[in-house]
């Protein structure tokens, strides 16, 4: 069994974080633990392996994205993975997109004690604007086809999605041949699932 004191080695030693990251997850990690004790936030069977099943996960994403700045949208933020994390763990623009009304107050609590700079949108993804992002991120939110539809708002020839999936992403990917502009670029495999992986997905015109 992966610890808590194993992610953070893996954190530090080979994602090369620093230790002020991994205090502010620390932070994070004990207010999400508070407040699921009131608003079921994350499944109360993952709360004793909340840093392998939900920092480490949602932290591998950060091999697949830039160094240089970019805009990131996370979708169906929910208890903030994989978008909090990103948001300590990068110096990127991270929008996190939220319709639950207590979800969110808890989003911006946690994002305020840890002094993040990360914007929190109480909408339905369909009715948000265009953000113009570089990356879409979304972690056990909707089947592909569905998530493809919920953000066509946010597409755009730049536009590159990284997707925390499960064992079922094969049978989603068979049902997105209609996205004929949209191609898989990679499919990585996850380090904390033997059925993960992280599905890179871009357009067909990206340069």
């Known amino acids: 069994m992966i610890t808590e004191s194993n992610v953070k080695s893996i954190l530090v030693q ?73 948001s300590i763990l990068t110096g990127h623009e991270i929008h996190l997109v939220e319709s639950d009304q207590k979800k969110c107050a808890f989003l911006r609590t946690a994002l305020s004690r840890i002094r993040s700079n990360a914007v929190v949108h109480q909408k339905r993804l369909e009715e948000m604007p265009s953000l113009s992002a570089d990356i879409i991120t979304a972690r056990a939110f909707a089947p592909l086809p569905r998530l493809l539809s919920l953000t066509q708002k946010q597409h755009h020839p730049k536009l590159r999605f990284l997707l925390l999936k499960g064992r079922d992403v094969n049978s989603e990917l068979i049902n997105i041949d209609s996205w004929q502009k949209i191609r898989v670029a990679n499919q990585h495999a996850s380090i904390t699932s033997e059925d993960g992986c992280i599905l890179e997905l871009q357009f067909n015109d990206a340069q």
Do not use: M
């Open 14 to 86: 080979n994602l090369k974080f620093d230790t002020l990251k991994i205090k502010k997850l620390d932070n994070f990690v004990k207010n999400l633990l508070i407040y699921n004790k009131k608003r079921n936030l994350i499944a109360k069977s993952t709360e004793k392996q909340v840093w392998v099943r939900h920092i480490l996960d949602s932290a591998q994403l950060c091999s697949f994205i830039p160094k240089e700045p970019c805009r990131i949208l996370d979708v169906g933020s929910g208890a903030g993975f994989p978008g909090v994390v990103l």
